[in-house]
């Protein structure tokens, strides 16, 4: 079956550390993989996307990579800010019909200044 | 700017008493989803609407239906709701899936919270 595995939180960092949160994937078939965010009381943002092995997605300096070997799309920031605390879930999307959405159970990560 | 509108925000409703929430898309986009989130958990996808037609998921109660009028508009009926159900209502937009291999992002709103008194 297809289904995400992301590292558990909560996640707590202090202001301009280094990030990772792990996410790994089992699916049939050659998903797009995503990373979304929720800030509190609002509604999942598209946070960045690759749609191939070995594709960068990268955005307001997060990156992931596309790892085929590895089954990962492991979410990085190299320093990050009090607003980056949030829920980030990471997704894969499967064409079953239409475009289908598998989450990982969400990381909460909260960066203290 | 195009976006997913959700209304209300926030609604409070009677235990039984049914109860619509809405969401619509200026994005033009051809399918429409809605999702359930329970607090700590990650969104659940009651159905989805791809142009007029209506895909059930298999784990959804019959309590939960949805109308789609036209392009971008998009209902959740709620008909008799339940304690269980308090929870955040996600509605998501996304293009068919160019290429085959669902890779086109879905655009959420903020959602609506409700609550069963």
């Known amino acids: 079956g297809n289904s995400v595995t992301q590292m558990e939180g909560p996640v707590t960092l202090s202001e301009e550390a280094f990030l990772t949160i792990n996410c790994t994937y089992t699916a049939t078939g050659y998903p797009s993989l995503f990373w979304y965010v929720q800030y509190p009381g609002e509604g999942l943002q598209l946070l960045l996307k690759a749609t191939k092995a070995d594709d960068k997605g990268s955005n307001k300096g997060f990156e992931a990579t596309y790892r085929k070997e590895t089954t990962s799309f492991h979410l990085e920031k190299g320093s990050v800010q009090v607003s980056d605390s949030a829920v980030y879930f990471c997704?894969?999307?499967?064409?079953?019909?239409?475009?289908?959405?598998?989450f990982g159970q969400g990381t909460r990560l909260t960066i203290n200044p | 700017d195009a976006m997913v509108i959700q209304n209300p925000r926030y609604q409070v409703t009677q235990f039984g008493k049914p109860v619509t929430l809405s969401c619509s898309q200026t994005?033009?986009?051809?399918?429409m989803y809605w999702y359930q989130q329970k607090s700590s958990q990650a969104p659940k996808l009651l159905f989805h609407y791809y142009d007029k037609d209506f895909n059930n998921e298999a784990d959804t109660p019959d309590n939960f239906q949805s109308r789609r009028p036209n392009t971008s508009f998009c209902f959740l009926d709620i008909r008799s709701p339940g304690l269980g159900d308090a929870a955040m209502y996600l509605c998501?937009?996304?293009?068919?899936?160019?290429?085959?291999?669902?890779?086109?992002?879905?655009?959420f709103g903020d959602g609506t919270r409700l609550s069963i008194l």
């Open positions: 997704a894969l999307g499967l064409l079953q019909g239409a475009q289908k959405l598998v």
């Open positions: 998501a937009t996304s293009r068919d899936g160019a290429g085959g291999r669902g890779n086109q992002p879905q655009h």
């Open positions: 994005l033009n986009h051809n399918v």
